[in-house]
């Protein structure tokens, strides 16, 4: 799942834009809390026997839908993510194909690693109705889901303002998520 720079892209599939063919390195860099087989079937080049699945995924302000999230900003005239979402997609088409919501809404066979998210209630870029509905369904689908809401805070919240009393909260669930996810997996080990 690698966007036009080849970096991961979390929450949305990769649409045939092969970073090796722009001589870049597809390094993993982030992971979809649902992740279909057919998304996942691909073996890392040169290391069949790496285990790549992901363990458990913490989302901050997840495009868990990115056809709701291309029709609200159509709508709300956002032009900046209606370019954005035209240029990865390519269509509406597609995001509905590749889109994390309806696979799940679809009932598709996927992996649901247990997720944390994370979601200001002032965002107006990944609206928090998107993330609630995703913790909803992912649940329904029997995936442990927990979701962190930080009122008053917008988009992208803790990378802007780090030092902000909500950021160093978010930053510690993020850190007690990863302390009781790598606790679960020494003790399966």
Known sequence: MLDRLGR???GEPDTGR?????????APYG???VTTQRYTALPLAGHPDVDASLAYVVACWPVSDPLYRYQKAKAAGNENVVRSHDNYWGSEAAMEE???QLILSR?????QPPVLLIQG???TTVLPAMTERFRETYRSRG???MLQTFAGQPHTFMTNNPDIAESRAAIEAIKQFVRRQTQRLRKAS
């Open 18 to 26: 092969d970073a090796s063919k722009r001589n870049l390195s597809p």
């Open 8 to 10: 991961g892209n979390p």
């Open 98 to 100: 590749g889109n994390p």
């Open 31 to 33: 992971g979809a809390p």
């Open 143 to 145: 995936g442990d889901a």
């Open 121 to 123: 209630t002032a965002d």
């Open 107 to 111: 009932g598709e066979p996927v992996n």
